[in-house]
């Protein structure tokens, strides 16, 4: 009896040993690496020119830290020692459908961070959603400025710097370029991203050349239309020559090559904020003499770049998938340094593996070197990153066979970003109160 | 018109179908399925309204305008009115639908078979071009929704759930007791021969169009309760064709054969699309549609003849 009752405590003590060793087990398992959903269009008209560049740039990021092969200051592996597991998703379907994914990705798959999002209308609805969850969550690319004007927000961080710039900047351009041009009009996509752009490129215009006027005709075709044949038509009726236009994705290919061949481009100064993945997808196609945008220092206006940094991710993607990196590459390579950066400075400060709190609280306002420029996440209650914004002239390289651009200027945050803590829309119409352009 | 309602072995599945539910998602069951549930419920009672018109031969190929419908009257009374009570959403998304499915019955009723159809789809379609132009009613990019509350108390999610539960089994039993009432069971006899119908002295249009409202309120409802539980409306997800189509989809997928059907056949769609997502993020469509091809092919009679023919439900009831 006495043996067999010894037999039963040794089982269960052996037992509970067994099961205390893998939940210690587990929770080690849980240091080495981290999970992360990285959410962009992979399938729709979006995927070509921004989904899949987007997951690439991503790809060759998380792929070097994991293995410590990132040249510095990122040179040391993992984020926060910790391996990454990224799970790629799927973008398209419209906001209520990625509400209920951020979901499952929260709940089922239980992730440790969200990255990614590129349509502005995705971000608006995650915003909310993230901060309900208590989900840390870095937006990539989306730019609306409602994102954090409307509500400043607890648990979503954004890498990219929004609309505002890059319509600032664009009326910079125009001013500085074309100074003798008044009349401008626009072609934008009606939601919050293409409309958000128009008003503040038209808010920009008229402050900085108070002569100037709009035309009351502005374009707002639907997303992802493809067919702009009506609005090219009252575009070229237009008397203004200014053309702004914040088209992204398939559309701004599909609009290009069919103003082309109606000699839209040889009549209009076409200004194009975000085209900068068209270029490279057209090639020698593309007509040269357009003002290009890539919302950033990054994509088409970078490839002269020599920061080592730069020139270690265009050599890697070229590697890798036989292309160049686009702006979307830039944009999510760039969240997922943030993401390191604000881990490690968490673990840093902590002495151990950093909880979410803790990676939010280092996140804040962090000053992180990316591939072109530091970038300082210093609006919206430090979770919103201001960068520069440069516009160029499409030029085809002849020679190396590549597009590029020529006549390329940059403005700095301090000239296209109103101050923290004011809204954009109250300080263009104050005047642009302390904006210092070089 | 209740009468003796509960001795109805429909209903008797259903409130148990439901109760389960309620008890394996709360007890045994991870929280994301919870989700799946909850989406797949509140889908449930647009899909019952399509059965209701699919039982009179009437397939509408616009379901989403109600639906889509429900949705943004729960979001603008909470943007317009601060409105965030569930009860009272449920209600607003209900009524709403049903005013408007009553203004446009006078015209549908009128309509069989593809006209019908196409007539529904150009009204969603409507509806879609107008929130999709209207910047203040949040264009193509919607508007979110905050969580419910219950007379002034938060609401957790597991309570929504057991609240669209309960709504939805209102809702079924009221469609049940519509069903075994004189008016339901014209609806077949229509199917059969309206004329014949007319001749005995009733109205096939007034019949018609009541049903039409009826399904309206079902789609509006299931459009505010997903809203709820989503905490986001946007146009197409809500409104565009494709959801109609996928509500048609869904119902031809789940079968005619009784009021459970509709939402057994939404909680499977929910789960085909989530791991369909999470298998091949780049050709989830491909899944989630061979599927449904493979039920039509393979269960022409939808999930539900599969159950009938396992717990061998049906044959009781004809005999009797």
Redesign the interface.
Not at chain 1, 135 to 159: A, D, I, N, Q, W
Not at chain 1, 229 to 240: F, M, N, Q, R, V
Not at chain 1, 256 to 268: D, N
Not at chain 1, 269 to 293: E, N, Q, T
């Given at each position: 009896m006495e043996i067999k009752i010894f037999n039963k405590t040794t089982k269960i003590a052996s037992a509970s040993m067994l099961v205390a060793s893998c939940l210690f087990a587990g929770a080690a398992m849980a240091k080495d690496s981290v999970k992360v959903g990285v959410v962009s269009f992979?399938?729709g008209p979006a995927a070509g020119v921004f989904g899949v560049p987007a997951k690439q740039g991503a790809q060759i990021v998380i792929d070097a830290i994991n293995n410590g092969t990132m040249p510095a200051p990122y040179n040391t592996q993992g984020f926060a020692g910790a391996k990454m597991n990224p799970v790629?998703?799927?973008e398209s379907?419209?906001?209520?459908?990625q509400?209920?994914?951020f979901?499952?990705f929260v709940?089922?798959?239980k992730v440790d961070a969200m990255i990614g999002y590129i349509s502005?209308?995705n971000c608006?609805?995650i915003?909310?959603?993230a901060d309900?969850l208590k989900m840390l969550t870095v937006f990539s690319t989306c730019g609306t400025p409602r994102l954090y004007e409307e509500k400043l927000r607890s648990h979503v961080f954004r890498t990219q710097a929004n609309a505002v710039g890059d319509s600032l900047a664009a009326a910079r351009y125009i001013v500085d370029m074309y100074p003798n041009e008044k009349n401008y009009t626009g072609i934008n996509q009606?939601?919050?991203w293409g409309?958000d752009s128009y008003k503040f490129f038209e808010l920009g215009m008229k402050q900085m050349s108070p002569d100037s006027k709009g035309s009351d005709k502005p374009q707002f075709p639907?997303?992802f239309v493809g067919q702009y044949g009506t609005e090219i038509s009252a575009l070229s009726l237009d008397k203004a020559k200014v053309v702004h236009s914040s088209f992204w994705n398939g559309d701004i290919e599909a609009f290009t090559l069919q103003a082309m061949v109606r000699g839209f481009f040889q009549k209009k100064i076409f200004v194009s904020s975000v085209g900068g993945s068209a270029v490279d997808a057209l090639g020698k196609k593309f007509p040269d003499g357009i003002v290009m945008g890539t919302r950033g220092n990054v994509g088409l206006l970078a490839r002269d770049n020599k920061d080592p940094l730069n020139l270690w991710f265009i050599g890697e993607y070229k590697k890798r998938f036989n292309a160049l990196p686009l702006g979307p590459s830039y944009q999510y390579a760039r969240s997922i340094l943030a993401y390191k950066f604000a881990m490690d400075k968490a673990m840093k400060k902590a002495g151990k593996f950093p909880t979410q709190d803790q990676v939010i609280a280092a996140m804040k306002n962090i000053k992180f070197k990316s591939f072109t420029e530091t970038i300082s996440m210093a609006r919206g209650g430090g979770h919103q990153a201001v960068h520069s914004v440069g516009y160029g002239l499409t030029k085809y390289n002849k020679k190396g066979k590549t597009p590029g651009a020529e006549k390329v200027k940059m403005y700095g945050p301090e000239c296209i970003y109103p101050p923290a803590g004011t809204k954009s829309e109250d300080w263009i119409n104050a005047g642009m109160p302390g904006a210092k352009c070089k | 018109m209740f009468t003796g309602i509960f001795k109805d072995t429909s209903v008797r599945i259903l409130i148990t179908f439901m109760i389960v539910l309620c008890v394996l998602s709360s007890l045994v069951l991870p929280d994301w399925m919870q989700n799946n549930f909850m989406y797949g419920l509140s889908r449930g009672l647009a899909i019952l309204g399509l059965m209701l018109l699919w039982r009179t031969n009437l397939v509408s190929f616009g379901h989403a305008l109600y639906y889509g419908f429900g949705a943004y009257a729960v979001a603008l009374c909470q943007k317009y009115f601060g409105i965030t009570d569930i009860l009272l959403r449920f209600a607003i998304a209900v009524i709403a639908a049903g005013i408007l499915g009553f203004c446009l019955g006078f015209i549908l009723r009128k309509y069989r078979e593809i006209f019908f159809a196409m007539l529904s789809l150009a009204f969603s379609m409507v509806l879609y071009g107008l929130l999709a132009k209207a910047e203040f009613l949040g264009s193509t990019d919607g508007m979110s929704i905050s969580p419910s509350t219950l007379l002034g108390m938060e609401l957790t999610r597991q309570y929504l759930f057991y609240l669209i539960t309960f709504f939805v089994i209102c809702a079924a039993i009221s469609i049940q007791a519509y069903l075994r009432s004189t008016l339901g069971h014209l609806t077949t006899a229509i199917q059969d021969n309206e004329i014949r119908v007319e001749y005995l002295g009733y109205s096939v249009q007034k019949a018609i169009h009541i049903k039409y409202v009826m399904s309206a309120c079902l789609a509006g409802g299931a459009g505010g309760l997903m809203a709820a539980s989503l905490g986001q409306v946007d146009p197409d997800s809500m409104v565009n064709w494709n959801v109609s189509g996928e509500l048609v989809f869904i119902t031809i997928m789940s079968g005619w054969g009784n009021i459970l059907a509709p939402f057994i056949g939404a909680i499977i769609f929910e789960f085909i699309r989530t791991y369909a997502f999470e298998w091949a993020p780049q050709a989830w469509a491909a899944i989630v549609g061979g599927t449904l091809l493979a039920i039509i092919f393979f269960f022409p009679g939808g999930i539900w003849s599969v159950i009938e023919k396992v717990f061998n439900y049906g044959k009781k009831k004809n005999v009797k």
């Amino acid at each position: 009896m006495e043996i067999k009752i010894f037999n039963k405590t040794t089982k269960i003590a052996s037992a509970s040993m067994l099961v205390a060793s893998c939940l210690f087990a587990g929770a080690a398992m849980a240091k080495d690496s981290v999970k992360v959903g990285v959410v962009s269009f992979l399938t729709g008209p979006a995927a070509g020119v921004f989904g899949v560049p987007a997951k690439q740039g991503a790809q060759i990021v998380i792929d070097a830290i994991n293995n410590g092969t990132m040249p510095a200051p990122y040179n040391t592996q993992g984020f926060a020692g910790a391996k990454m597991n990224p799970v790629f998703s799927d973008e398209s379907g419209g906001g209520t459908k990625q509400v209920g994914l951020f979901r499952d990705f929260v709940e089922k798959q239980k992730v440790d961070a969200m990255i990614g999002y590129i349509s502005s209308g995705n971000c608006m609805a995650i915003g909310p959603i993230a901060d309900e969850l208590k989900m840390l969550t870095v937006f990539s690319t989306c730019g609306t400025p409602r994102l954090y004007e409307e509500k400043l927000r607890s648990h979503v961080f954004r890498t990219q710097a929004n609309a505002v710039g890059d319509s600032l900047a664009a009326a910079r351009y125009i001013v500085d370029m074309y100074p003798n041009e008044k009349n401008y009009t626009g072609i934008n996509q009606n939601y919050a991203w293409g409309q958000d752009s128009y008003k503040f490129f038209e808010l920009g215009m008229k402050q900085m050349s108070p002569d100037s006027k709009g035309s009351d005709k502005p374009q707002f075709p639907k997303l992802f239309v493809g067919q702009y044949g009506t609005e090219i038509s009252a575009l070229s009726l237009d008397k203004a020559k200014v053309v702004h236009s914040s088209f992204w994705n398939g559309d701004i290919e599909a609009f290009t090559l069919q103003a082309m061949v109606r000699g839209f481009f040889q009549k209009k100064i076409f200004v194009s904020s975000v085209g900068g993945s068209a270029v490279d997808a057209l090639g020698k196609k593309f007509p040269d003499g357009i003002v290009m945008g890539t919302r950033g220092n990054v994509g088409l206006l970078a490839r002269d770049n020599k920061d080592p940094l730069n020139l270690w991710f265009i050599g890697e993607y070229k590697k890798r998938f036989n292309a160049l990196p686009l702006g979307p590459s830039y944009q999510y390579a760039r969240s997922i340094l943030a993401y390191k950066f604000a881990m490690d400075k968490a673990m840093k400060k902590a002495g151990k593996f950093p909880t979410q709190d803790q990676v939010i609280a280092a996140m804040k306002n962090i000053k992180f070197k990316s591939f072109t420029e530091t970038i300082s996440m210093a609006r919206g209650g430090g979770h919103q990153a201001v960068h520069s914004v440069g516009y160029g002239l499409t030029k085809y390289n002849k020679k190396g066979k590549t597009p590029g651009a020529e006549k390329v200027k940059m403005y700095g945050p301090e000239c296209i970003y109103p101050p923290a803590g004011t809204k954009s829309e109250d300080w263009i119409n104050a005047g642009m109160p302390g904006a210092k352009c070089k | 018109m209740f009468t003796g309602i509960f001795k109805d072995t429909s209903v008797r599945i259903l409130i148990t179908f439901m109760i389960v539910l309620c008890v394996l998602s709360s007890l045994v069951l991870p929280d994301w399925m919870q989700n799946n549930f909850m989406y797949g419920l509140s889908r449930g009672l647009a899909i019952l309204g399509l059965m209701l018109l699919w039982r009179t031969n009437l397939v509408s190929f616009g379901h989403a305008l109600y639906y889509g419908f429900g949705a943004y009257a729960v979001a603008l009374c909470q943007k317009y009115f601060g409105i965030t009570d569930i009860l009272l959403r449920f209600a607003i998304a209900v009524i709403a639908a049903g005013i408007l499915g009553f203004c446009l019955g006078f015209i549908l009723r009128k309509y069989r078979e593809i006209f019908f159809a196409m007539l529904s789809l150009a009204f969603s379609m409507v509806l879609y071009g107008l929130l999709a132009k209207a910047e203040f009613l949040g264009s193509t990019d919607g508007m979110s929704i905050s969580p419910s509350t219950l007379l002034g108390m938060e609401l957790t999610r597991q309570y929504l759930f057991y609240l669209i539960t309960f709504f939805v089994i209102c809702a079924a039993i009221s469609i049940q007791a519509y069903l075994r009432s004189t008016l339901g069971h014209l609806t077949t006899a229509i199917q059969d021969n309206e004329i014949r119908v007319e001749y005995l002295g009733y109205s096939v249009q007034k019949a018609i169009h009541i049903k039409y409202v009826m399904s309206a309120c079902l789609a509006g409802g299931a459009g505010g309760l997903m809203a709820a539980s989503l905490g986001q409306v946007d146009p197409d997800s809500m409104v565009n064709w494709n959801v109609s189509g996928e509500l048609v989809f869904i119902t031809i997928m789940s079968g005619w054969g009784n009021i459970l059907a509709p939402f057994i056949g939404a909680i499977i769609f929910e789960f085909i699309r989530t791991y369909a997502f999470e298998w091949a993020p780049q050709a989830w469509a491909a899944i989630v549609g061979g599927t449904l091809l493979a039920i039509i092919f393979f269960f022409p009679g939808g999930i539900w003849s599969v159950i009938e023919k396992v717990f061998n439900y049906g044959k009781k009831k004809n005999v009797k």
